[in-house]
T-cell receptor
Framework: DAGVIQSPRHEVTEMGQEVTLRCKPISGHNSLFWYRQTMMRGLELLIYFNNNVPIDDSGMPEDRFSAKMPNASFSTLKIQPSEPRDSAVYFC?????????????FGEGSRLTVL | AQTVTQSQPEMSVQEAETVTLSCTYDTSESDYYLFWYKQPPSRQMILVIRQEAYKQQNATENRFSVNFQKAAKSFSLKISDSQLGDAAMYFCAYNTGTASKLTFGTGTRLQVTL
């Protein structure tokens, strides 16, 4: 079985550019999560979806960030315009279980560097 | 607010020895789940072990076991017979309520020496 697939693995861009990160969850998983990992703040939940519907986006830093899940097999996290402080590793994870206790399966992450 | 605290930024253990990583959490919920995730240099987070709060028995997965002290809100991870492949960041995490979203601690970097 393929795991959670994220692209790109690495992205280097200049301040002000639009960045789109992509995620394909594990087939059959109903919940999808976007996390951001930095040295200063650790792992932060940005947003999560249940059955393609955004449930909690309280972790999205500001209006420059947006996330979509147009169908059960694809999600995007967009940053427009990007800033140097957005540099981080962005993880997508999916879970078969919507309630608590479910294992989250993580992708390999997308390392974003904004110059 | 739900918080997870890992007070050991780094730990070191010799190969074949045992090491314990600490984690404390803060919650007013009575039913919740606790997790330990491993993040090797490849970056991908991998579940090591999971504990349900209403189960008094400590979870065990091969060389990995937990010491769950509900009253003290403590959830430590014990790695027995440490191997070089155990070297990684270890994150304690927690969830409750109606969602499977996780709140993570700041992590403990484990080094395994020969």
């Amino acid at each position: 079985d393929a795991g959670v697939i994220q692209s790109p693995r690495h992205e280097v861009t200049e301040m002000g550019q639009e960045v789109t990160l992509r995620c394909k969850p594990i087939s059959g998983h109903n919940s999808l999560f976007w996390y951001r990992q930095t040295m200063m703040r650790g792992l932060e939940l940005l947003i999560y979806f249940n059955n393609n519907v955004p449930i909690d986006d309280s972790g999205m830093p500001e209006d420059r960030f947006s996330a979509k899940m147009p169908n059960a097999s694809f999600s995007t996290l967009k940053i427009q315009p990007s800033e140097p402080r957005d540099s981080a590793v962005y993880f997508c994870a999916s879970s078969q279980r919507q309630g608590p206790g479910g294992e989250l399966f993580f992708g390999e992450g997308s390392r974003l560097t904004v110059l | 607010a739900q918080t997870v605290t890992q007070s050991q930024p780094e730990m070191s253990v010799q190969e074949a020895e045992t090491v314990t990583l600490s984690c404390t959490y803060d919650t007013s919920e009575s039913d919740y789940y606790l997790f330990w995730y491993k993040q090797p240099p490849s970056r991908q987070m991998i579940l090591v072990i999971r504990q349900e709060a209403y189960k008094q028995q400590n979870a065990t997965e091969n060389r990995f076991s937990v010491n769950f002290q509900k009253a003290a809100k403590s959830f430590s991870l014990k790695i027995s017979d440490s191997q070089l492949g155990d070297a990684a960041m270890y994150f304690c995490a927690y969830n409750t309520g109606t969602a499977s979203k996780l709140t993570f601690g700041t992590g403990t970097r484990l080094q395994v020496t020969l």
